[in-house]
């Protein structure tokens, strides 16, 4: 019955389905995917996510779920609907104790379920060399790079990209501070093109100076090396957040996913998380003058937590080799 309905399908997805077929390993990618709200664009995401996961462990194929945050899910079907999947694979890393608490509570457990580290700090940042250069900054101007994203329905996303305009005329009050408007996704799909985003901030800005704006789409490396030439990260984008963490530039980070505070928890800077409230009602402006004043503490500190994490994340490919080989039939 399934090769019949094959058939029937459209090429792209009998070619996704033959490649699961025919895979020793099916992976399920790290990130923030596998979370929905209790609508039925919810309960679309939902199935779409795991309808590759689903038909590798009816094919016997053996699944890994990469370190990722999982959830929330807007009701009861969704969760049993994750649940069904995840209990039918082979390994599932998590990287934030929320996740983990609720993928335990869907009744997986060691050694299926493990703690893991976001891939992202296994990531090496490209070269700083030349970013100030390209941006026209003066060596001794103090840079803050800043993400942004749409996250919000229409009126409180302009909220919030108001606030974050008030943020950056704070900012440019300070002589010597420059503010970098960074895109971190620039892709055009479903509107997930930062730089739009990073325009409508800009033109809402209402100080004597204006925020740089980096247009072009660079690739992962170059990327990195943008965020490594900071002085300060203001991030909503989280993985924005970690490229320039392990380049120790202090950074804090606007939560919209509990995958941030969980991460930074980790890490000991929890303090460093603000929820979207907390930018739209301006406190963000004294968070960020603490971190200037704290510049030194905090990069101390990360000198001292992130080589052991890095470390982690680094090992995360040992944990998903061991739980292949522990398959019937595999050489140990």
């Not at 009861?76 to 104790?97: F, P």
């Not at 963000?284 to 101390?300: A, C, G, N, P, W």
Request: charged share 25%; glycine share 8%.
């Amino acid at each position: 019955m399934y090769r019949f309905v094959a058939r029937l399908l459209p090429a792209e997805v009998r070619d996704e389905l033959h490649a699961v077929e025919e895979a020793d390993l099916v992976v399920s990618c790290s990130g923030g995917y596998l979370n929905a709200t209790g609508t039925v664009s919810g309960d679309l995401t939902v199935y779409c996510t795991l309808a590759p996961i689903t038909i590798a462990e009816r094919l016997g194929t053996p699944v890994i779920f990469a370190p990722q945050s999982i959830g929330p899910f807007g009701h009861k079907r969704q969760r049993r609907c994750a649940q069904r999947a995840l209990q039918g694979a082979n390994l599932v890393l998590v990287r934030e104790d929320l996740s983990y608490e609720l993928v335990e509570s869907l009744g997986v457990n060691p050694p299926t379920l493990r703690r893991g580290v976001d891939s992202a700090f296994a990531f090496r940042p490209g070269p700083s060399d030349g970013w100030r250069d390209r941006l026209s900054l003066s060596p001794d101007e103090v840079v803050v790079g800043m993400t942004a994203r749409v996250w919000l329905p229409s009126p409180r996303q302009e909220l919030l990209e108001r606030a974050l305009a008030r943020f950056i005329d704070h900012v440019h009050s300070t002589p010597g501070f420059r503010v970098v408007l960074i895109p971190q996704n620039t892709s055009a799909l479903v509107g997930e093109d930062d730089r739009d985003v990073n325009r409508r901030i800009a033109g809402y800005c209402r100080g004597g100076r204006t925020p740089i704006l980096v247009e072009e789409s660079w690739d992962p490396t170059e990327i990195t090396g943008l965020y490594a030439s900071l002085d300060f990260l203001v991030g909503m984008r989280f993985h924005s957040v970690i490229f320039a963490l392990t380049s120790y530039v202090p950074s804090m980070t606007i939560e919209y996913h509990y995958k941030s505070r969980g991460i930074m928890k980790d890490l000991g800077l929890e303090e460093w998380v603000l929820a979207l409230d907390d930018v739209v009602e301006n406190r963000i402006m004294m968070l960020f003058d603490r971190m200037v004043r704290q510049k030194k503490e905090y990069k101390t500190h990360l000198q001292h937590v992130l080589p052991a994490y890095v470390e982690q994340a680094d090992g995360i490919w040992e944990l998903m080799k061991d739980a292949y080989s522990r398959r019937p039939g595999v050489p140990q």
